[in-house]
């Protein structure tokens, strides 16, 4: 996911550098906290702020001591880590329904992103079982009645709106009594290009009308620090509950809006990662510095491969892997696996040192025409031949084809991606630091990564 590609990428490379060099002396962190303090402003961080986290930085990389087990430079890379987290948010605790029906009403400047969300949203809450249905108050633009009925269309959520209706106060009156079938009403308002009084003044009644348990803002990730404004304009509004920040796929300035939003402590539930209805996620500062980082989503990937693969199953391989000692069958497995969890590359970035790391493409953009073929090659096998893959010579190869139905290049093919693989895992095996990192950071290798 091109998520903060801007900031995450110089961070990256400013942990690069630190990573190739053995010994940490006061210029080197001169250089480091100059580098990610350039990052930072690049971002949009107010540059007080981008100062006071790169001194900390500093201090702490000069007198704290090493923790256990660990390098003083890993012991660096996880203060940045440390301090990139407090800046870019507090942990804003689950979102839960809690009474039912719970009306969230968004609220939010034009072009926020608050239609498209209002449909992130119920899609998220459909998943999780809720009864959910949408309501378009937004009676200021002619198109957002249409927007979001095709939205819930598509999603398949109940869709409550007046086309052509002037005033959203009786929009709610209409359909109020229906609400109560539902377990969360998400209710699109209007925005203007400007806090104007006229915007003031219909969410303030709205507000009071519709008696929202949650009123959550949604800002566009591009406007950086004036978040800041935003948020607190709309929160003497109508009371901010929480904050969506949309559009971190498009945009360099995602921090400046992220750390202005944790500077005035308004909660961040959510960030909108794309166009796309699913390019949504909770907001936890913690797993989204990793990312930026390239130290790896492990909460992200463990709860995506929990679906494709049994975690036991996972850490056997893990370990065989660990060895370089996998055979056909977990080498299927393996790929089956990451198949059915989306994107190879996305699931990649997520692995703790793998977003450092760079891989041959053709590794990870097996087709599943491939994947089929080969699936077949190694039903063909004898399950010696499985075991011990290294049994395999010329004769066996002649054989396995003409079993399978496929060309011997097909299975010299296999051969080739089987070694490959192999070889690949050996060198992430070899990784020590990037295992000790991830230990630090309270990580489990998933998927035998
Ligand atoms: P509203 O005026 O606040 O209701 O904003 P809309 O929901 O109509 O969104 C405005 C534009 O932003 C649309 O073109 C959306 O597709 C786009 N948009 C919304 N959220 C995201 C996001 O997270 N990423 C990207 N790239 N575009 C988004
Ligand atoms: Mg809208």
Known sequence: MPMLDKLGESLKDSLRKLLKISLIDRKLLDELTIDIKKSLMAGDVNPALATKITDSIKNRALTEKPKAGLTHRETVINIVYDELVKLLGTEPGKFEIKEKPTKILLVGLFGSGKTTTAAKLAKLFKKQGQKVCLVQTDTWRPAAYEQLKQLSEKINVPFYGIKDEKDPIKIINKFEPDFSRFNVIIIDSAGRDALSKELTDELKKLNEVIKPHEKLLVLSGDIGQAAKTQAKAFKDMVGV???????????????????????????????????????????????????????????????????????????????????????????????????KMGPLKQVMSMIPGMGMAKLPEELLNVQEGKMKSWRHIIQSMTKQERDNPDLIDASRIKRIAKGSGKSETDVRDLMKQYAQMKKMMKMMGNQKQMQKLQKMLGGKMPMGF
């Open 241 to 339: 509950t929480g904050v969506i920040i949309t559009k971190l796929d498009g945009t360099a300035k995602g921090g400046g809006a992220l750390s202005a939003c944790a500077e005035t402590n308004a909660k961040v539930k959510f960030i909108g990662t794309g166009e796309h209805i699913d390019d949504f996620e909770d907001y936890e500062p913690k797993r989204f510095v990793s990312r930026l980082l390239g130290l790896g989503d492990l909460q992200t990937l463990l709860s995506k491969a929990e679906d494709a693969i049994k975690k036991e199953e996972a850490e056997a391989l893990a370990k065989k892997f660990m060895k370089a000692e996998f055979t056909f069958d977990d080498l299927m497995k393996q790929m089956e696996a990451l198949q």
